[in-house]
């Protein structure tokens, strides 16, 4: 009998692996965009903020801020006046008449009115924003106080805060400044006028 030849097993044969694919190419290029673009904000100059446009106040010179304010007054822009004498004021903190001039224009801002649609309506937007430039009247108001140098000077801003307390309803306290700004300076004709409405008022009862 012929025998057949033993063969040695054969290795079992491992599964082929596909050949690696070269790593994706694009991770390089991008890779080096993030790089140039840190860079870049880094070194590249950043674009200044635009700043808004300074009122026209605020590029007036003393003189023609205070002749500007004058004629919004006039014209019953009270607020609009406020701005321009804050601009003489800041340019002439010594100035009584500029600080005197900026109280009394915010005040009489905090009761400014317009014509809307055939109805008058305070130019503020509320009644915060309203209590808010009388706060602020008063507070220039001290300022200007402080900056007076004649009995003249002292007997128009005791005669602006009778005016402030008579505004809202305080009669009594308002005519004890008039009277100290009448006692200050007895030949203004405004302020004695003053003084006299106020005492009418308060033997009618505080009724305007």
């Known amino acids: 009998m012929s025998r057949r030849k033993t063969r040695a097993p054969r290795p079992a044969r491992r599964p082929s692996r596909p050949a690696r694919r070269f790593r994706r190419w694009w991770t ?30 605020q590029r007036l010179g003393a003189e023609a801020a205070f002749r500007l304010g004058i004629t919004l007054s006039r014209e019953g822009r009270h607020l609009a006046a406020a701005g321009c004498f804050a601009t003489v004021a800041r340019q002439a903190p010594g100035s009584w008449i500029a600080q005197q001039s900026y109280a009394g224009a915010l005040f009489n801002g905090a009761q400014e009115v317009r014509l809307h649609l055939g109805k008058s309506e305070p130019v503020t937007r509320s009644s915060v924003e309203r209590v808010g430039l009388v706060r602020a009247s008063m507070l220039e108001a001290r300022r200007a106080d ?50 006299r409405e106020a005492e009418r008022r308060i033997a009618s009862g505080g009724a305007r």
Do not use: C, N
Request: hydrophobic share 50%.
């Open 28 to 57: 390089l290029p991008l890779v080096g965009l993030v790089i140039l673009g840190f860079v870049l904000l880094r070194v590249w100059p950043r674009p200044r903020r635009a700043e808004p446009p300074a009122p026209p106040a």
């Open 146 to 195: 402080s900056l007076a140098t004649t009995a003249q000077q002292r007997a128009v801003m005791a005669y602006q805060r009778g005016q402030t307390l008579d505004a809202y309803g305080l009669v009594s306290d308002a005519i004890v400044a008039f009277r100290s700004a009448a006692a200050l300076d007895p030949s203004s004709a405004v302020i004695v006028r003053g003084v």
